[in-house]
């Protein structure tokens, strides 16, 4: 069996108050939008503008462009949208990279040893990687974001432990079962039905 899909709702607030701080806050400094927010933000405003609301994660962002706090814009609004936010759904759970780098650093430390008598330190290194993780670049990415970053998402990492042969819970523990059930209703058995 298995579980259903969660889907994440996303309160929104009205757009009206922040739009009046930002109109504020380009008056005093006497500059356009433009210059005031990043593209990214400049699309949260245009879209906050057309809409009539936002979310909290866009008012969050948008306050942070003009060093308000949401609380000071929304004030408990705010903190009330804050604590409808859902658990998000088991794909957008984040667990630490630190045990999965490891023991893939291990293997490539491993395999590289193995080569070292054959050939000079750094092409032995990249044939152990070549040999690691095969012909599929995104998971070599996958890795490489995961060190850089120091977490994963729950799917990159049962993908990458599934390519190594390995189950998540070897590496993390109690923490990969409360990523992957995250979201679920309590009474949510995983082994139902299971023989």
């Given at each position: 069996m298995t579980a259903r899909p969660v889907t994440m709702r996303q309160p929104r607030l009205p757009a009206a108050p922040l739009l009046e701080v930002?109109?504020?806050?380009r008056a005093a400094r006497s500059i356009g939008v433009h210059r005031l927010l990043a593209p990214t933000q400049l699309r949260a405003y245009k879209l906050a503008k057309a809409e009539g609301s936002l979310t909290t994660y866009q008012a969050a962002r948008l306050c942070a462009a003009i060093?308000?706090?949401?609380?000071?814009?929304y004030g408990a609004a705010y903190a009330a949208a804050i604590s409808q936010v859902e658990v998000a759904s088991p794909a957008f759970q984040r667990l630490p990279a630190k045990p999965l780098v490891a023991a893939i650093e291990a293997r490539l430390r491993r395999h590289t040893e193995g080569l070292m008598p054959l050939t000079e330190p750094g092409p032995a290194h990249i044939e152990a990687v070549r040999e690691v993780f095969g012909d599929d670049q995104g998971l070599l990415k996958a890795f490489q974001r995961a060190r850089q970053r120091g977490w994963l998402l729950l799917r990159a990492a049962e993908q990458?432990?599934?390519h190594f042969g390995w189950h998540?819970?070897?590496?993390?523990g109690d923490a990969y079962d409360a990523a992957a059930l995250a979201g679920l209703p309590e009474d949510f058995d995983p082994w139902q039905g299971v023989a």
């Open positions: 930002i109109r504020a806050e060093n308000r706090c949401p609380r000071e814009v990458l432990c599934d998540p819970r070897e590496l993390w």
